[in-house]
């Protein structure tokens, strides 16, 4: 499996912008695909993630109500929609896939995009 995530750039505090991680190949064996972010000196931060079976949400509270995570079947992608942005939400997005046994744990998943840089301005 490989995971390329897009969709990252520069946008003002209220505005939209929706992130796509493409994926290519098996992801029969991951649970689920979820997108993470991360600051500079910060771990990676749980954002959303998606089961593959199911299709079950989950979200990290602050992004509840703004953030929604989608698969999307036709393109083979699982995107996330973001909206009201606020700048605590600038950081770089990856998507990973994984998350068998604790789907907000980076550590659980085993398979990285690169990251998209997501600014929100003042």
């Known amino acids: 499996v490989q995971l390329q995530a897009s969709g990252g750039g520069l946008v003002q505090a209220g505005g939209s912008l929706r992130l796509s991680c493409s994926i290519s190949g098996r992801t029969f064996r991951s649970y689920a695909i979820a997108w993470f972010r991360q600051t500079p000196g910060k771990g990676r931060e749980f954002v959303a993630a998606i089961t593959l079976s199911g299709g079950n949400t989950f979200y990290e509270d602050s992004v509840k109500g703004r953030f929604t995570i989608s698969r999307e079947n036709a393109k083979n992608t699982v995107d996330l929609q973001m909206n009201n942005l606020k700048p605590e939400d600038t950081a770089v997005y990856y998507c990973?896939?994984?998350?068998?046994?604790?789907?907000?744990?980076?550590?659980?998943?085993?398979?990285w995009g690169q990251g998209t840089l997501v600014t929100v301005s003042s």
């Open positions: 990973a896939a994984g998350g068998e046994y604790d789907i907000r744990a980076a550590f659980e998943y085993r398979i």
